[in-house]
């Protein structure tokens, strides 16, 4: 199975500052990567897929960018409704796997 | 517009069968995948399986033995059975739309304990 190391477990920011979260995948998955956020008493929601594009409806202070088998989600000019739980996702093979999550608590 | 919604019972005794049902709408099941996730409390999400829109499905190896998917496009419907239920089965179980590699449109997820 590919495993994807998410860092850090958690994370706390000031509104307005931009925050970085990282997935580590165990082998190369060809930029299938997705990235989502989920509310308390929520199911996710799609935020990036193929490492770097922005679903619809998503503001563009989330972005997402690779390098290597390192993935990446910015976001910028954080914003009350930014807090929550981050997941990665890789759909390059069976089985799907996902990050162990981050929380983004906003100071 | 495209809704998913689980449902299911709410508690389930050890070494007992559960059975989830998924019901979307606005999407048809003959040409869109849904797959079964899962989320125990305050832990991460597992993938479980998918079935496809030609009616094939995947099943996560950690679990295929206890696992099965199906539908019913007549009634948009998915279904998953999971039988020899255990406590670390405890879980929100949440349905989703798998796009071409990644999950859209999630159902609003059922929790299911398993405990006597």
């Known amino acids: 199975d590919i495993q994807m190391t998410q860092s850090p477990a958690s994370l706390s920011a000031s509104l307005g500052e931009t925050v970085s979260i990282e997935c580590l995948a165990s082998e190369d998955i060809y930029s299938n990567l997705a990235w989502y956020q989920q509310k308390p008493g929520k199911s996710p929601q799609l935020l990036i897929y193929y490492a770097s594009s922005l679903q619809d409806g998503v503001p563009s202070r989330f972005s997402g960018s690779e390098s290597g088998t390192q993935y990446s989600l910015e976001i910028n000019s954080l914003q009350p409704e930014d807090e929550g739980d981050y997941f990665c996702q890789q759909s390059y093979k069976f089985p799907l796997t996902f990050g162990s999550g981050t929380k983004l608590e906003i100071k | 517009q495209v809704q998913l919604k689980e449902s299911g019972p709410g508690l389930v005794q050890p070494s007992q069968t559960l059975s989830l049902t998924c019901t979307v709408s606005g999407l048809s099941l003959t040409s869109n995948s849904v797959s079964w996730i899962r989320q125990p409390p305050g832990k991460g999400l597992e993938w479980m399986g998918v079935?496809?829109?030609?009616?094939?499905?995947d099943y996560n190896s950690a679990i295929k033995s206890r696992l099965s998917i199906s539908r019913d496009t007549s009634k948009s419907q998915v279904f998953l059975k999971m039988n020899s239920l255990q406590t670390e089965d405890t879980a929100m179980y949440f349905c989703?739309?798998?796009?071409?590699?990644?999950?859209?449109?999630w159902g609003q997820g059922v929790m299911v304990t398993v405990s006597s």
């Open positions: 079935i496809w829109s030609n009616g094939g499905t």
């Open positions: 989703a739309r798998k796009g071409e590699a990644y999950f859209d449109y």
